[in-house]
């Protein structure tokens, strides 16, 4: 088993407050019904680039900067962190071609110049986070309710492909106030994907899913509700806490302003174990009425218990 303890994927779910962009340019969704799912998943984006994710002093005078992307190493076009390990391989002058804003440079650095650069490059970044939906129809996910950032950087580089894997529950840190708490999961090395990522954006990441990966999991069709469907009360919070298995778990909505709410965890036994919201959790599908309505988003890191959500049409949008 390879354990994951990277806990970056739920960054955004620091937040106290989101804002969304509505643009009524886009269309909403025409599906009336996907299955709702809650499995945990870890997420895999390659950059197709080399990126730093911190400043670096090279020289006396002489920066390279956060979001930087190294494209050619001694004339040799690079990808992957491997690309850069080969081409500086035993030598002594390097020359790297690299991109800011939009614009190339080219710097000759020392071989001592390039070991200190290398700690802060990056070609792909994997965090955690939740299924939210799958559409039967199309073959199509959701995720996260919210943008993959890299951890280090904050940044939002491109990527060039992306995967995800179910993974399985492994530990928990309890979320405590002012400090969230965390899933460890795992996942065998040889797993194969389930599906591939072909959008992140700010509602979350969405691609297709093999279908023959989802022969263990529930398929059961729920309707979908319009934003004007949510209301204050009692609803169910889908995820996985422990293992592969999905579970519900009771809250309640206190507050809806448009596309977006905020609820209360009530259910005892997941605040037993988890404190209420962890990071890991983003992308939790919430029903209410037997009707999908809304996606765990982010936390209150003072009030763990505390969560805000966005609802399943505006997330389906895809664009904001």
Do not use: C
């Not at 035993?90 to 071609?97: A, F, G, L």
């Not at 022969?215 to 729920?222: A, F, R, T, Y």
């Amino acid at each position: 088993m390879k354990p994951s303890y990277r806990i970056w994927s739920l960054i955004p779910i620091l937040f106290f407050t989101l804002f969304f962009a509505v643009s009524p340019s886009f269309a909403q969704k025409t599906t009336s019904s996907v299955v709702p799912l809650g499995q945990s998943i870890q997420i895999d984006l390659q950059y197709g680039a080399v990126f730093l994710n911190n400043d670096v002093l090279l020289s006396d005078d002489y920066w390279l900067r956060t979001g930087d992307s190294i494209h050619q190493i001694n004339s040799q076009k690079v990808a992957t962190m491997e690309d850069v390990k080969t081409h500086i391989k035993d030598k002594e002058q390097i020359t790297i071609h690299y991109e800011r804003n939009k614009k190339m440079y080219t710097k000759e650095i020392t071989s001592d110049q390039m070991l200190k650069l290398l700690p802060f490059l990056r070609d792909a970044t994997e965090g955690i986070g939740t299924l939210t939906y799958f559409d039967l129809e199309t073959n199509e996910f959701g995720a996260l309710g919210h943008q993959i950032v890299d951890h280090a950087s904050g940044l939002t580089p491109k990527f060039s492909e992306g995967s995800i894997y179910l993974s399985s529950i492994e530990q928990i840190k309890k979320s405590i106030p002012g400090k969230p708490g965390y899933k460890i999961t795992s996942h065998h090395n040889n797993t194969s994907p389930i599906g591939g990522v072909n959008e992140n954006n700010v509602y979350g990441i969405f691609g297709k899913i093999d279908a023959d990966a989802m022969d263990n999991i529930s398929m059961k069709e729920v309707e979908i509700a319009d934003k004007e469907a949510i209301m204050t009360g009692e609803a169910i919070m889908r995820t996985s806490i422990d293992g592969q298995k999905v579970q519900d778990f009771a809250i309640e909505i206190t507050t809806v302003e448009g596309h977006l709410f905020q609820f209360t965890v009530t259910d005892e036994t997941l605040i037993e174990k988890t404190g209420g919201i962890l990071q890991g959790m983003s992308g939790s599908p919430i029903m209410q009425h037997n009707k999908l309505i809304g996606v765990v988003t982010h936390m209150y890191v003072d009030k763990p218990k505390n969560g805000a959500a966005l609802s399943i049409t505006e997330m389906m949008k895809k664009n904001p």
